[in-house]
T-cell receptor
Framework: GQSLEQPSEVTAVEGAIVQINCTYQTSGFYGLSWYQQHDGGAPTFLSY????GLEETGRFSSFLSRSDSYGYLLLQELQMKDSASYFCAVSRSGGYQKVTFGTGTKLQVIP | ETGVTQTPRHLVMGMTNKKSLKCEQH?????MYWYKQSAKKPLELMFVYSLEERVENNSVPSRFSPECPNSSHLFLHLHTLQPEDSALYLC?????????????FGSGTQLSVL
C-alpha cells in the first residue's frame, strides 16, 4: 500500500519562509505533487517533482529526494492568502494519474 | 475556475433518498475521478474512468454508483446512504497517463446524510 506523512498544522509569520515536509512509502513511485486547498475551495495543483532536486515556481519551491522517500514544499515571502491546507501526493505507474494524497498540512499565516 | 464544474455545491439527504452528483470538465481531458474528503483524513480515491471505461474502484460500497456517459461528464448516483457518508465529494480530471501528477479538481459537493 501507500502512506504519506506530513505535519497536521504549521503556523508562520507574514513575510517569513516556511517548509512543509512529506515522507512517503509506495511502490511504483513516479513523482511527488503538491496541492493547495483553501477552506471551501477545490484543491489546486502547485508543483510536481519526478527527479531529485529543487523545482522553483515563483514564491513556491518543491524538493524531492527519491533515495530518502522525502520531499518538501517551501513557501517564501509568506502572504496572508497563503493560509490554506497543503497536500503532498504520490503518483504511481498506470495508464492514468494514479495519485494518492496525504492528510494535509494546515498552514496559518499570522501578521 | 479550474475547468471542472460540480453540482450541486451542497446536498442534504435522508438515508432513504436517491440523489446524483454531477461533474463536467471543459478541459478536453480523457480521465475523470471521484474522491471523498472527510475531516482529518486524506482524500480517498473512489473511482477512476479512463476513456469512459471504469479502471479503478477502490472497494467502494455499492450504495455509490458511478456513471461516465462521455469523456466530459461524470455522475455519482447515491442511494440508501449512511450518516458516515457525509463528506465533501470531489471530482477531478486529467490528461491520460502523463507522469506529472496533475489533477484538476472541481469545488466539490458537500454532502450531509441525515
Amino acid at each position: 500500500g501507500q502512506s504519506l506523512e506530513q505535519p497536521s498544522e504549521v503556523t508562520a509569520v507574514e513575510g517569513a519562509i516556511v517548509q512543509i515536509n512529506c515522507t512517503y512509502q509506495t511502490s511504483g513511485f513516479y513523482g511527488l505533487s503538491w496541492y493547495q486547498q483553501h477552506d471551501g475551495g477545490a484543491p489546486t495543483f502547485l508543483s510536481y517533482n519526478a527527479l531529485d532536486g529543487l523545482e522553483e515556481t515563483g514564491r513556491f519551491s518543491s524538493f524531492l529526494s527519491r533515495s530518502d522517500s522525502y520531499g518538501y514544499l517551501l513557501l517564501q515571502e509568506l502572504q496572508m492568502k497563503d493560509s490554506a491546507s497543503y497536500f503532498c501526493a504520490v503518483s504511481r505507474s498506470g495508464g492514468y494519474q494514479k495519485v494518492t494524497f496525504g492528510t494535509g498540512t494546515k498552514l496559518q499565516v499570522i501578521p | 475556475e479550474t475547468g471542472v464544474t460540480q453540482t450541486p455545491r451542497h446536498l442534504v439527504m435522508g438515508m432513504t433518498n436517491k440523489k446524483s452528483l454531477k461533474c463536467e470538465q471543459h478541459l478536453g481531458h480523457n480521465a475523470m475521478y471521484w474522491y471523498k474528503q472527510s475531516a482529518k483524513k486524506p482524500l480517498e480515491l473512489m473511482f477512476v474512468y479512463s476513456l469512459e471505461e471504469r479502471v479503478e474502484n477502490n472497494s467502494v460500497p455499492s450504495r455509490f454508483s458511478p456513471e461516465c456517459p462521455n469523456s466530459s461528464h461524470l455522475f455519482l448516483h447515491l442511494h440508501t446512504l449512511q450518516p458516515e457518508d457525509s463528506a465533501l465529494y470531489l471530482c477531478a480530471s486529467s490528461q491520460g497517463g502523463g507522469r506529472v501528477g496533475k489533477l484538476f479538481f472541481g469545488s466539490g459537493t458537500q454532502l450531509s446524510v441525515l
